[in-house]
């Protein structure tokens, strides 16, 4: 019987460990900021905003056209493209995740990972 | 017995890291504008909302070819599907209820202005009132799964099929079992349920004068869709021409609202309501609402001020620079 009870024991402290080891992962503050780039959907890369040191940029080149996108410390926009409408452009700066950065003609999303104070946005 | 505490604890730790649906998410490029969808639940859900969207656009896309609406406007008449006459006479009804304010076959007009292909213009006068004259949702004639116009006359659906689509896939979800989801088609959200946590969805209302949002919506189980004047425009000579028209002038509606935003069960309502009321302005959008319970606004003047419906006082608060703001609160009495 006391064998039992030391099982028992072992158990839920295992048990406890465990459930403030789930809780630890999901609640803890985000690591930094990190970017990603969409293409049709499809993931084309991430970006760590906090390790941003100086202002960098680079291109996305798809089929339907070419943004070139601008990272500073913490932030990043579109700063030129090649798109007719140029709203991808005039967004600048994106700010929360829950409103991303959308180059339609070229298909492109721009967004932020982590949690935001809103999970969508209309208008 | 040890054996049997331990497999019981095993199983509940198992149990309880398993228990939670799944977050899947997508991003879809159709009906001219980029959709969201985040569901919980299996990736067989993302496919079957896919699928949803794919038949839809291939029925109701005003450019591509053989769809049901670009042979009805293209041959005057074509047989439409079920569902498409389904969504007609659902928006004839909405251009009915805003006694035209919404107009579907206002599509000429906004093709003279470059809406549809960025290259914008100003037209003449005498283009505009000539076009005005193809424009009267009450000829299109409905009827044995076909749709026939007058000479001149296109349909668009544009703006009430991303509501309309919001329906299908929430509709569709909730058959199969879902209780959280969240769609956002082009700024057309619905949100089925709550979070997975028992919170509400938080939805934005885009701020019309800058970035970022000037409030936020608590939804669960409603549509919530905005229509703004900002969404689309261009200038030309210092005055500004925005792509909502009101189809009685063939001019950009100038009603003294910069947003309007619809809360409601039905996404096919929402969506309709928003342009329309845009159009009719807050006095006659407020007067829409006390004749009807199924659906709460809120509307921001061009000048800034911020007002919403009583039905709303519970789930919107203001954020950002509009904190201190007040609140207008439009009651029934």
Redesign the interface.
């Known amino acids: 019987m006391a064998?039992?009870g030391t099982?028992?024991t072992i158990?839920?402290v295992?048990?406890v460990l465990?459930?403030a080891a789930?809780l630890f992962l999901r609640l803890r503050p985000a690591g930094g900021t990190i970017a990603e780039i969409?293409v049709?959907?499809r993931l084309e890369r991430r970006v760590d905003l906090s390790g941003v040191t100086v202002p960098t940029r680079f291109t996305v080149e798809t089929e339907r056209g070419v943004n070139v996108i601008l990272c500073e410390p913490g932030r990043i926009r579109v700063e030129s493209a090649d798109c007719?409408?140029k709203v991808c452009v005039d967004?600048?700066w994106l700010?929360d995740s829950?409103?991303?950065i959308?180059c339609?003609p070229h298909?492109l999303?721009i967004k932020l990972t982590g949690d935001a104070?809103?999970?969508?946005?209309?208008? | 017995?040890?054996r049997t505490?331990?497999l019981i604890?095993t199983l509940?730790?198992l149990l309880?890291?398993c228990a939670a649906p799944v977050k899947r998410t997508?991003?879809?490029?159709a009906m001219?504008?980029?959709m969201?969808l985040?569901v919980y639940g299996d990736e067989a859900l993302l496919e079957d909302a896919r699928d949803v969207i794919t038949d839809m656009e291939s029925r109701l896309s005003v450019t591509l070819e053989g769809s049901e609406i670009n042979a009805l406007n293209s041959h005057g008449s074509a047989a439409l599907s079920p569902d498409t006459v389904k969504l007609l006479e659902g928006a004839l009804e909405l251009c009915a209820l805003t006694g035209g304010a919404l107009d579907i076959t206002v599509y000429p007009l906004v093709r003279a202005w470059g809406f549809t292909t960025?290259e914008y213009r100003v037209p003449g006068e005498d283009e505009i009132a000539g076009l005005l004259e193809r424009v009267d949702y009450n000829a299109v004639a409905l009827g044995d799964g076909e749709a026939r116009l007058p000479e001149g006359a296109m349909v668009d659906l544009g703006a009430v099929a991303k509501g309309y689509l919001d329906d299908a896939i929430a509709g569709l979800w909730r058959e199969e079992g879902v209780k959280s989801g969240?769609l956002?088609l082009g700024?057309?959200?619905y949100a089925l349920g709550g979070?997975p946590d028992g919170s509400a969805?938080?939805?934005?209302?885009?701020d019309?004068f800058g970035?970022?949002?000037l409030g936020?919506i608590e939804a669960r189980d409603v549509a919530?869709?905005?229509s703004?004047g900002?969404?689309r425009y261009f200038e030309q000579d210092g005055r500004t021409y925005w792509h909502i028209l009101d189809p009685k002038t063939g001019f950009p509606a100038d009603s003294g609202l910069s947003?309007v935003?619809v809360v409601g069960q039905e996404g096919l309502l929402c969506d309709g309501l928003s342009t329309a009321l845009f159009v009719m302005g807050l006095d006659a959008a407020t007067e829409l609402w006390r004749g009807r319970t199924d659906f709460d606004l809120v509307l921001v003047t061009s000048g800034g001020e911020v007002y919403i419906t009583d039905g709303l006082e519970s789930v919107f608060s203001l954020?950002g620079s509009y904190k201190d703001k007040e609140v207008k609160v439009i009651r029934r009495g």
């Open positions: 064998k039992t099982w028992v158990i839920l295992l048990l465990a459930i789930s969409y049709d959907g007719p409408d967004f600048g700010q829950a409103a991303p959308v339609l298909r999303v104070p809103i999970d969508a946005e209309v208008g | 017995m040890k505490l331990f604890l509940a730790l309880a890291s997508d991003t879809v490029f001219d504008t980029v969201e985040t960025g969240l956002n700024g057309s959200v979070k969805w938080r939805v934005g209302v885009r019309p970035s970022g949002y936020v919530v869709v905005t703004g900002y969404e947003s935003t954020s």
